[in-house]
């Protein structure tokens, strides 16, 4: 069974800057497609971004459009999620796994998140 594992939160200032990794147990993706998602506190998951190793695009919502980025390595080993000028809105756990226009049966079992804390 596939583990995804997040790393690269923690606490900034607003402003500030964070770089997240997201990795796979197994060594390198299977699908060509991840996503970055995040939980804020008493709120649900929410899609963040998306990228295709296949056709090599990327897609962020509006909310940190200009500030978020993603990316992947040519071996498909790593998703990343750039973060610039953070805000507190930010502040949330973020997860890694397939972008949702994949079936939720294909979804991957959810790692433990890594958490960011944007103070102002």
């Known amino acids: 069974q596939v583990h995804l594992r997040e790393s690269g939160g923690g606490l900034v200032q607003a402003g500030g800057s964070l770089r997240l990794s997201c990795a796979a147990s197994?060594?390198?993706?299977?699908?060509?497609?991840m996503g970055w998602y995040r939980q804020a506190p008493g709120k649900e998951r929410e899609f963040v971004a998306a990228?295709?190793?296949?056709?090599?695009?990327?897609y962020v919502i509006d909310s940190v459009k200009g500030r978020f980025s993603i990316s992947g390595d040519n071996a498909k080993s790593a998703v990343y999620l750039q973060m610039n000028n953070l805000k507190p809105e930010d502040t949330a756990i973020y997860y890694c796994?397939?972008?949702?226009?994949?079936?939720?049966?294909?979804?991957?079992?959810w790692g433990q998140g890594t958490q960011v804390t944007v103070s102002s």
């Open positions: 990228f295709s190793w296949s056709v090599n695009r990327t």
């Open positions: 197994e060594g390198t993706f299977k699908y060509n497609d």
């Open positions: 796994n397939l972008p949702p226009y994949y079936s939720t049966n294909d979804l991957l079992p």
